[in-house]
């Protein structure tokens, strides 16, 4: 009888040579020089005010971080940065240090605009858009974390278009949320994407967020900041309604709507613009001036190009049948 044979030895594994992804090798690479091109045009903002208390007047100091967007020591960060601060000093990558004086602010988009002056010009951010972002994509936060200077936190585009409210009678609205490490120290500094392009304004207006980050889309800082540069404060026009969301395919296939795209009225304000011109509650605004809405950014969009008295055709939707109506939009009261 033949007894069974011993198990053999395992020899070695046969096979190339285990190695690190070279899709991994180009994202890092991807980021450092992404982080390059920007870190130089980010600032860090240091703030004092003179604080009235019962025992009183008392100094407070403030940190946070800017973008620099024009050579000419045109910077933007957040309003929440410089709120109340009487004296401004910003500090550039290579230690310089430069006074700010605030040009302009709006604490409704937590936006601000401050101004230094250089003898030389200065680096700039390269302007992207947030226009065509898409969750999922890498995000890149640069700022000055609790003033201990520049650092940089890594992440995604978890959504867009979300809206916070810091108060009952106070919403930021059209945010970017993602989760790259935003705090107070880095708020105001730059979101950008993989290829170093500014897509956003960071901000920390949700202090006990863990995990979230938020950020103010480029393209309505950039819009806000033309206003503040030009006439020193951000004037919006005003439809007269009171959003209720937006219609997306889903939307149009669980409602069987004749749409599929469009925001909700509702409802009106009493006498004001929408009111006086027929517009009623359901109503699916698609078009203004023939431009698609697709959502309410795009309405946003559209009304902010727009000034105080302009006429608008609005194209609506009102039970399965299109109408358009002349809106003369009024200044939003702030």
Known sequence: ?????????????????LTVPRAVER????????????????????TKAQVPTFFGVFPQQGAGSGV?????????????????????????????????RVVGSDRFTDLAV????????????ERGTSGSLKVGQLTIAIGNPFGLGSSVTVGVVSALNRSIAISPDFV??????????INPGNSGGALVDSAGRLIGINTAIVREAQGIGFAIPVDIAVAIMNQLVTGGRVVRPA???IIGGEIDPQLQQAYSLSVDHGVIVQGTQPGGPAAAAGIEANDIIVTINGQKVKGINDLRRILFEKQPGDRVQVELVRNGRR??????????RQ
Do not use: C
């Open 68 to 100: 620099i967007v024009r050579s000419d020591g045109l910077i933007l960060t957040n309003f929440h940065v410089i709120q109340g601060a009487q004296d401004i000093t910003v500090t550039l990558l290579s230690g310089r240090e430069l006074p700010g």
């Open 323 to 332: 109408m358009t109506v002349t809106v003369a939009l009024t200044e939003l």
């Open 114 to 125: 401050i101004k230094v002056e250089s003898d030389r010009p200065l680096p700039v951010a």
């Open 239 to 241: 439809l007269g309604i």
């Open 172 to 181: 930021v609205e059209s945010l970017i949320q993602t989760d790259a490490a």
């Open 27 to 46: 994202e890092e690479s991807a980021i450092i020089k992404a982080v390059e091109k920007v870190r130089p045009a980010v600032v860090n903002i240091n």
């Open 1 to 17: 009888q033949r007894r069974p044979a011993p198990p053999s030895t395992p020899g070695p594994v046969q096979g190339p040579t």
